[in-house]
């Protein structure tokens, strides 16, 4: 098991962890939490879910021509992806004026239809979306190595949890086909919904932004158990791993690093916290360039 | 199987159903929602959390005697359980001054402590707390024919969720034992948490009340699939129990009626609009007199 990975310290601290849980934590406190942006499928050269969503905003825009007057409608209509990149930028250097109008038309673009209606959406982004620069589909950017690790971890009984900041409702539809992680174990970003005669229906209004400290008190909310094994790569996930590694037994936590420029992605922009834990906390740093034999399964 | 429900028609659409689902719905969507008071244990007198809420609050007044000086406080001091009765009777009747005071001291009961450290008080509690009429500890107060149906379902591959107006973290310390539902099928009412330092600390803030139409809202953010079965017994269940009869396959709603003030209670208050249903709407009746050969086990 395991192949993917090459031999060395990182995939021994995940085969000593493992055996160590299983000699020594009942099999229901198994649990093990995963990010997905950066961590199960790729993040960059934007979020998957940013996709979708500037698709589904032009899809707006075709059928609202007046809307392109203001952003970020105007960018949508002209495929203009530099604003939403620099929008992020913006934000990071202070300005969250581009964000807010961002936040905004996120959270409209697929409010008032039914959760199954939602799902229908996305199910029809994946089943033809692909990756601008990889050359292939966004279903088949998920990163081999954690897959097995899904598999691996699920072999010594342990049960699997997405712990995402991305849409609880976006992510669902493909988790059980991409990870074998099914609904019930997605844990992410949603919006309200509302009930009404026997369906539910998407709002505009945000309910959890699952991100930094929230994703500890997600995990409880949803499991209502401490997971001993934790996996992110971006400074979003610390609180979860600090989380995890405050179990009295067996505990591991681990930063996926994205050195990898010619395979995936190299960066460490927004991680950069996440990855000094490495050193001061004894997690354990994850090189997609020297611990992963393969990236993607194809 | 089902050897504590009586033969008859209540008995038969459950088995019906049971047969209809295994032939024609994938196992993965065989999910079922149970309420918990008054559904899977006994609500009368009080709401067993009400007890436990109240030990509490006099344990407040004990450690500060000074709080002794204002309602709830005064009430819980002395032991006048009827002051918290008629709480919920003036609210009935419009009054809701009584109930105000009360929510503000039941958020702050267990406030600012560790998620292991309420789970040991709730565990305290029920290590010797006892029904102050039915001569049975708290933990025997389970319906010994809900839990041969959790047990009857389960063996047809479903997948049992409790969903409860009841605190969630009031309940999961023992429903595992009282029920084989272990935290993560738990959903429940919860307080507002915050993650500080490994740990997760409660609040005073209210985060969910699970009653009436949050309960599908709640289900489907937890397990992100439609029930097509449900069980509860007030009318704080009736939007759950539309949300499974509003799937597209076999589906089934019960609403269990207590007639029965020989071996439980009966009443109906509360309860009215639900059991409406069962003339309007095709659910499912369960007379706990008729239906029950006992109540419970032992």
Chains 1, 2 share one sequence.
């Not at 990182?10 to 649990?31: D, G, Y």
């Not at 539809?173 to 009930?195: F, K, N």
């Amino acid at each position: 098991m395991l192949e993917s990975w090459t031999d060395g310290p990182t995939k021994s601290a995940i085969v000593e962890f493992a055996e160590r849980a299983v000699n020594s934590v009942a099999p229901e406190e198994r649990v093990a939490v995963f990010d997905n942006d950066g961590t199960l499928w790729c993040e960059k050269p934007a979020y998957i879910q940013l996709d979708f969503l500037v698709r589904r905003i032009a899809e707006q825009v075709a059928a609202d021509p007046a809307l392109a007057a203001e952003q970020p409608y105007t960018a949508a209509a002209s495929g203009d992806l530099a604003w939403f990149g620099e929008a992020d930028t913006k934000h990071y250097n202070g300005d969250d004026s581009d964000l807010k109008l961002l936040a905004g038309a996120v959270l409209s673009a697929n409010a008032t239809i039914t959760t199954e209606e939602h799902a229908a959406r996305v199910n029809a982004f994946f089943a033809d979306a692909r990756h601008p620069t990889l050359g292939r589909a966004y279903t088949a950017c998920g990163y081999a190595p954690m897959i097995e690790l899904l598999r691996y971890l699920e072999s010594f009984g342990f049960t699997n949890y997405i712990v995402s900041g991305g849409g609880r409702d976006f992510m669902r539809p493909v988790t059980t086909a991409m990870y074998g992680v099914p609904p019930e174990r997605v844990i992410g970003s949603s919006v309200g919904l509302i009930y009404q005669n026997g369906e539910l229906l998407t709002t505009a209004q945000p309910e959890f932004l699952n991100d930094g400290p929230v994703k500890p008190v997600r995990i409880w909310g949803r499991v209502g158990r401490r997971p001993i094994f934790a996996v992110g790569n971006s400074n979003g996930d610390i609180e979860m791993l600090q989380y995890a590694m405050a179990a009295s037994g067996p505990s591991l936590a681990m930063v996926i690093h994205h050195d990898d420029a010619d395979r995936e992605f190299a960066y460490t922009a927004g991680a950069e916290k996440a990855l000094d834990h490495v050193e001061t906390s004894g997690w354990t740093r994850v090189s997609m360039r020297d611990d992963w034999r393969i990236v993607f399964s194809d």
